[in-house]
Each structure stands twice: as structure tokens, then as C-alpha cells.
């Protein structure tokens, strides 16, 4: 039923991009590490770099003059290593305040699926004793995310070209390891770009 539900979901979503405006595509680069959700925020420029890349596809679904409500579609990759490769797929809706003529602030939640492939040898022993790769293709898992992030729009003659962002992101991947790592969380930092698609 839960799968019925999401791809109705998804469905419908996807019917709206032809009827929204202002819509855009990103691409991202990004870095990411295990801990508690807010916590080691400046490990994220320092240490434990688990380098990885994204790219979406957004529209607004409300435009004011001070604020938007908008969604994004995103798909990705990105690895860490001794744990895993990671292929996330999500979508978020968020707010966008703009904050002056050309800063905006931001901020987004969402969920999705990650396929998760082990980063080291998975091995099981079959009945002779004989270890034998048990790696397989990885394993499907939740993603539940929370970003909150600043834009700045480049414009020329009143037209928006690009909008480069840094997005600080929390997530939470589900269930990890069943038996004793059930969540599995994430601080992610995001540096990208915006990039509005023609009417």
C-alpha cells in the first residue's frame, strides 16, 4: 500500500511540472559525515570529507513578492568510505524568504529513497566453510532530510542568469543496520548552483 501511495504521489507531483512557473535546475557538489543531527557542523569544512554530487529539478508552486513555496526533485551520489556508496532520491518542499534584492533565504523538507552499497568485502560462509562475496547489489533504504541554506541571485538587465547556494542539510538514513544501527544520520553541507529554464 505504501508503495501505491508513493507512486501516486510522485505521479501527481510530476503532472505539475508543466502547469508551475519559474522553474529551475541545480547541480551541486557536496561533502558529508556521520553525527548527531546539528552537531560537528565544523567538521563539514575541516575534516571527514565523503565527497559526493546531486542534481535536481525544482518549480514554485506559490511566488509572492517576498516569499516562494517551492519543490525539488534530486538524485545523487555520494561515498564514504569503509562505509558505503550512497545513491540518494528525494524530493523536498520548501520556503523561500527573500531577504534583499538579490539574497534569499531558504529552508526545505523532505524524503525519499537511498540505495546503499557496502564500501568494503561483504562475505558469507556457505555449508562446506567456504567464504564467498555476498556483496550483491546493495539495499534500499529511507531518506528523510532537513536543509536549511542562503542564495544569491546573478542578474543582468532585471533577468536572473544563476543563483549559486550553500545549503547546510540534516539526514537521516533508514534502517541502517536493523539489528544495531537503525538510523543512520548525516550532516551534509551543499554548494551549488540554480539555474532557471526558459519559458
Known amino acids: 500500500m505504501k508503495k501505491i501511495l508513493t507512486a501516486v ?23 558529508n559525515h556521520t553525527a548527531y ?4 557542523f565544523g567538521k563539514l569544512f575541516v575534516k571527514d570529507f565523503h565527497p559526493g554530487i ?18 525539488t526533485f ?4 555520494f561515498y564514504h568510505r569503509f562505509v558505503q556508496h550512497a ?13 534583499k534584492d538579490h539574497l534569499q533565504l531558504t529552508s526545505a523538507v523532505g524524503g525519499g529513497y537511498l540505495h546503499s552499497i557496502p564500501a568494503t568485502a561483504v562475505l558469507k560462509a556457505d555449508n562446506d ?19 536549511f541554506g542562503a542564495q544569491y541571485m546573478i542578474k543582468k538587465n532585471d533577468r536572473v542568469l544563476f543563483t549559486p547556494f550553500v545549503n547546510y542539510v540534516q539526514q537521516l538514513q533508514t534502517p541502517f543496520i536493523k539489528s544495531y544501527v537503525p538510523l543512520l544520520p548525516y ?13
Open 9 to 31: 504521489f510522485i505521479l501527481v507531483s510530476l503532472q505539475t511540472f508543466s502547469q508551475r512557473q519559474q522553474k529551475f535546475v541545480s547541480l551541486a557538489i557536496t561533502t
Open 54 to 71: 546531486e542534481a535536481g529539478y525544482g518549480f514554485n508552486w506559490k511566488t509572492k513578492p517576498k516569499h516562494d513555496w517551492y519543490q
Open 74 to 77: 534530486k538524485g545523487g551520489y
Open 187 to 199: 550532516n551534509s553541507l551543499q554548494l551549488g548552483i540554480n539555474i532557471p529554464v526558459k519559458k
Open 87 to 99: 545513491i540518494p532520491l528525494y524530493t523536498q518542499f520548501g520556503y523561500r524568504y527573500k531577504w
Open 129 to 147: 566453510g567456504t567464504y564467498k562475496n555476498a556483496k550483491g547489489i546493495g539495499r534500499g533504504q529511507a531518506l528523510i532530510n532537513l536543509s
Open 37 to 40: 543531527p546539528f552537531a560537528s
